[in-house]
């Protein structure tokens, strides 16, 4: 092998050497450095309000519930909305070691239920009315699945 076939190896060899450094140092950064992780990728997750009512009901009296319109931000914002239709369904973000909640108003003499998904799938929290006319609550601190 002549002298410049191995420069031209040793030349790939060496760039390819400083890209796998520079991958390696990158994903680094982005999985064990908790404050740069906190201003590129942000800090909440995903989650699905749910509410439904007992057969026979169409909308419930209130609907409140938790969310956080930054992820790059710790405090959150409330939403009070009513009269809702039902079934009812929000998709939000809600930051890490916050809460998640949504509390569902019944009329009068009816029930609610109440559900929080993570990633539209999985169930974290559930909730019945506990008598005609009493609030489902569903509440979970958002991480601690």
């Given amino acids: 092998m002549s002298n410049s076939t191995l420069a031209r190896r040793f030349g790939k060899a060496l760039i390819g050497c400083a890209v796998l450094a520079i991958l390696s140092i990158a994903l680094w950064i982005l999985t064990e450095n908790r404050w740069l992780h906190q201003r590129v990728i942000g800090t909440s997750w995903g989650v699905t309000y749910e509410a439904s009512a007992t057969p026979g009901e169409a909308s419930a009296a209130q609907v409140r519930y938790r969310y956080n319109p930054n992820r790059h931000k710790l405090h959150g914002s409330e939403v009070e909305m009513g009269p809702v239709a039902l079934p009812w369904k929000k998709a939000v973000n809600v930051n890490r070691a916050q809460v998640a909640r949504v509390e569902v108003v019944p009329k009068e003499n009816a029930t609610v239920s109440c559900r929080i998904l993570l990633d539209e799938t999985r169930v974290v929290a559930q909730a019945s ?14 991480g601690k699945w």
């Fill in 129 to 142: 009315s506990p008598a005609p006319g009493r609030p489902a609550v569903c509440e979970v601190t958002a």
